[in-house]
């Protein structure tokens, strides 16, 4: 029962373009999602999040837009960076995060030259 | 200064076995967690401790058992290693909820069972 759903296994975008990674959830409960960038033989780390309460968070290059009615989020990179080539996790969580993150199975983002 | 560490980074080790992985983070934080990510690449949650105290326990087998000595260690302890516990481990931290969003993960432990 994948609560949190990418659906894109993998992505091919050119370096200078925008890179755009989506993310359905179905449990209504989640009020906070993030996105996860990781490296190969590296744990997670934190890119962005936003709260249920905004449509739309923008951190440099990185923006995460939120659409409750549809459950979906996505993030867009932009321009893209061969440095961004990694996989993307999409998570969410409930109850303040107390509960831990559901996470996404993942995108792999390949930058190409 | 690595925030989270987690040892070994590497554990191959036979079936029955018994094995450790240790946690630690520097960070400050109350909580703690374990995630397993396996073959799926799913990155699922397992455990999580508060000030020493577990508050989820999702459905995991009890061979596996956190042990927490102090706010800033939160071990795995796996009895009777079975072929399916091969998977990626991640140990993680973050503030106490509600502001456990800014959860820090560890480099992994990828466990291999033969």
């Known amino acids: 029962d994948q609560q949190v759903k990418q659906n894109s296994p993998s992505l091919s975008v050119q370096e200078g373009r925008i890179s755009i990674l989506n993310c359905d959830y179905t449990n209504s409960m989640f009020d906070y999602f993030l996105w996860y960038k990781k490296y190969p033989a590296e744990g997670p780390t934190f890119l962005i999040s936003?709260?249920?309460?905004?449509d739309k968070n923008e951190d440099g290059r990185f923006t995460v837009f939120l659409n409750k009615s549809a459950k979906h989020l996505s993030l867009h990179i932009v321009p893209s960076q061969p440095g961004d080539s990694a996989v993307y996790f999409c998570?969410?969580?409930?109850?303040?995060?107390?509960?831990?993150?559901?996470f996404g199975k993942g995108t792999h983002l390949i930058i190409q030259p | 200064d690595t925030a989270v560490s987690q040892t070994p980074k590497y554990l191959v080790t036979q079936m029955g076995n018994d094995k450790s992985i240790k946690c630690e983070q520097n960070?400050?934080?109350?909580?703690m967690y374990w995630y397993k990510q396996d073959s799926k690449k799913f990155l699922k949650i397992m455990f999580s401790?508060?000030?020493?105290?577990?508050?989820i326990n999702e459905t995991v087998p009890n061979r596996f058992s956190p042990k927490s000595p102090d706010k800033a260690h939160l071990n795995l302890h796996i009895n009777s290693l079975e072929l399916g516990d091969s998977a990626v481990y991640f140990c993680?931290?973050?503030?106490?909820?509600?502001?456990?969003?800014?959860?820090?993960f560890g480099s992994g432990t990828r466990l291999t069972v033969v």
């Open positions: 998570a969410a969580s409930a109850t303040g995060g107390a509960d831990g993150l559901t």
């Open positions: 993680a931290s973050s503030p106490r909820a509600p502001h456990s969003y800014g959860y820090t």
């Open positions: 936003i709260s249920s309460i905004k």
């Open positions: 960070l400050g934080h109350d909580t």
């Open positions: 401790y508060n000030n020493k105290e577990l508050i």
